[in-house]
């Protein structure tokens, strides 16, 4: 038996909620789908509760911040694939600092099918 069996669905979702955030915070994406079970079934159990309006209102400003926190973390994943994919398509120029202080580019070399040793 689960610690949120004991406790009234109200309290169990608050505690969840902010051990979501935690897990968020820390980026462990493995522990939001350990939690995803739990959450799931406390928002059923909160369903048939009547929690006091102050209360749910609580839970409902958590749950909205988490929500932020997984859209966020989404993004990010999103754009980390994205530049993942961009890297294996083709070496892309660098960026860097002249001695004047502006940017230049420089162009990846591009290596030929033939190695040459000198």
């Not at 958590?62 to 961009?86: C, M, P, T, V, W």
């Amino acid at each position: 038996m689960r610690l949120f069996d004991l406790q009234s669905p109200v309290a169990a979702l608050d505690a969840l909620l902010d051990e979501e955030r935690a897990i968020l915070l820390a980026g462990d994406l493995e522990g939001i789908a350990r939690i995803t079970a739990d959450k799931k079934r406390l928002y059923a159990r909160l369903s048939v509760a009547t929690p006091a309006p102050d209360r749910l209102a609580a839970l409902r400003a958590k749950s909205s911040r988490n929500q932020q926190l997984l859209r966020a973390a989404s993004r990010g994943i999103e754009a980390a694939l994205e530049r993942l994919a961009a890297l294996r398509r083709e070496p892309s120029e660098m960026r860097t600092y002249q001695s004047d202080g502006m940017t230049a580019d420089i162009a990846p070399v591009r290596k030929s099918g033939v190695n040459h040793r000198v």
